[in-house]
């Protein structure tokens, strides 16, 4: 991640990138990975009680399980995920499942609320193996076990199920999935180095819709290599022709090491991300979506439960290999590399296996800390007496200089409840949350020297 909006002139470095059509990466978290670090000594042996004071803050409780296996890595991809036909999932679940039960010896049972099994590619599991994940996570973690959380959601790659996978994943619980179709465009999908049957089209985003979950989430990309208006344009309609509940639409993040830097294509022209952003405010709207985030609209009971809950600061537990916690006390991390894949799985198993914690690093928060996460994050409609009651603070009093230039520059809006961003705010959304880090997390993201 680069700093784009940084001292000493906030405002002046802020025009300048709006002029410059600059974009900022996607701030989905505060703070960024970026700014994790190993821990020291002292700090890594009172993880364990980082996470327990965490858990005891709140009754209620998320879940996420990151499952790295992939039949492939994408061209885009700088998730952490490894590409294993002989990867042992049995033993993968095992593994989660024995990291999971020391978890679970330093809390009491909670209103488990969100289960989300994300990846890499968690839909290259058999049915019974997600079953037993998520039955003995329940059996662990949760008040009523026998209850599955209201959003149990599970990432999908259209290539990996049929209609009858699709009623098998209703059938163990999911009532959320998230297609990641990127693009539907073949040439296109092609581009990311993706092998995708002509089964996985259209046609199975009609058989999820009519399947029974709660919520059907269609994940784009705008930016693909080779990627048009045009492709652009026809992607979205075909989606929003089915009205799946929740469409998301992310600006392509380039990093070092993915396929697609080291076939050359290293930069995306910021005018055409946002030109292709507002495609995709326009589309959706036209076709009856809320925009819920930058990134997100919703109709008809679409959302994103797992991920409100995390902007809105209750604890996210993260389980398995490159998994990340967002907790009250800290944010941390289960190993991550695209550099070596492979390492970061090994590694994950055999501290698993020897009895000892998953943390490989992170980032220890403080109440300063704490308010710009809650700031940064929720810029785009920010309710001032939730963030008096959950953190002690008023945003408009304590960053009073960022939103008088907001304001200003006609970017934002307060009001006496609640602060807003303007439709061109949310826009630069990711421009104006860099506007609310710290100076400690800028220096940290700014000395990242290997940018993952
Ligand atoms: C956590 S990822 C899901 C990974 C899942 N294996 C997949 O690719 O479908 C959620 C979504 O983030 C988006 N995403 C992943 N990598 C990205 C990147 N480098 N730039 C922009 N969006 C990305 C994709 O739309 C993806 O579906
Ligand atoms: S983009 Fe998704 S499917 Fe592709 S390698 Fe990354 S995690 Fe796996």
């Known amino acids: 991640m680069r700093i784009v909006v940084d001292e000493p002139s906030t405002r002046t470095r802020l025009t300048e990138s709006i002029a410059a059509d600059t974009r900022a990466d996607y701030v989905y978290s505060y703070p960024p990975r970026q700014a994790y670090r190993p821990f020291d000594e002292p700090t890594a042996a009172a993880v364990p009680d980082l996470i327990a004071r965490s858990l ?22 700088n998730l952490y995920a490894v590409a294993d036909p002989n990867a042992d999932l049995d033993g993968y679940v095992d593994a989660v499942l024995a990291e999971a039960a020391g978890l679970a010896g330093l809390t009491d049972r909670k209103d488990v609320t969100t289960l989300y099994v994300g990846g890499g590619t968690p839909s290259i599991m058999a049915p019974a193996q997600l079953e037993r994940l998520l039955r003995s996570l329940l059996d662990r973690f949760s008040t009523d076990p026998d209850r599955p959380p209201p959003e149990t959601a599970l990432e999908v790659d259209p290539a990996t199920v049929d209609a009858a996978g699709l009623r098998d994943l209703r059938a163990v619980g999911f009532t959320r999935i998230n297609l990641g179709y990127q693009s539907m465009v073949d040439g296109e999908v092609r581009g990311l180095g993706r092998r995708r049957p002509a089964s996985a089209g259209l046609s199975l985003l009609e058989q999820a819709l009519a399947v029974g979950f709660t919520d059907v989430c269609v994940d784009l990309i705008y930016g693909l290599a080779g990627q048009t208006d045009e492709g652009w344009l026809d992607s979205l309609r075909r989606v929003a022709a089915l009205a799946p509940p929740t469409v998301c639409a992310y600006p392509l993040t380039l990093r070092p090491f993915t396929g697609y830097h080291k076939l050359g294509y290293s930069s995306v022209d910021g005018a055409t991300l946002y030109r292709r952003y507002e495609t995709a405010d326009h589309v959706l709207r036209e076709a009856g979506y809320r925009q819920e985030t930058h990134v997100r609209w919703v109709r008809d009971g679409g959302g994103y439960r797992q991920k409100v809950n995390h902007w809105g600061l209750r604890n996210v537990l993260g389980l398995g290999a490159g998994a990340r916690s967002y907790l009250w006390e800290a944010d941390l991390r289960n190993g991550y590399s695209v550099r070596s894949r492979g390492s970061v799985l090994r590694s994950y198993v055999d501290r698993i296996g020897a009895g000892g914690t998953a943390v490989t690093d992170g980032f220890v928060m403080s109440d300063d800390e704490r308010q710009r996460k809650a700031t940064a994050l929720n810029l785009m409609a920010l309710d001032r007496g939730w963030a008096r009651e959950v953190l002690d603070f008023d945003p408009v009093t304590r960053f009073a200089d960022e939103f008088a230039l907001f304001a200003e520059l006609g970017l934002g809006e307060v009001g006496p409840d609640r602060v807003t961003l303007t ?14 880090f710290s100076r400690e997390v800028r220096a940290r993201v700014r000395e990242f020297g290997y940018d993952e």
């Open 423 to 436: 439709r061109e705010g949310v826009k630069y959304r990711d421009l104006l949350s860099q506007a609310l």
């Open 56 to 77: 005891r803050r709140f009754t209620d409780l998320n879940l996420y399980v990151h499952v790295p296996f992939c039949r492939q890595i994408c061209r885009f991809c």
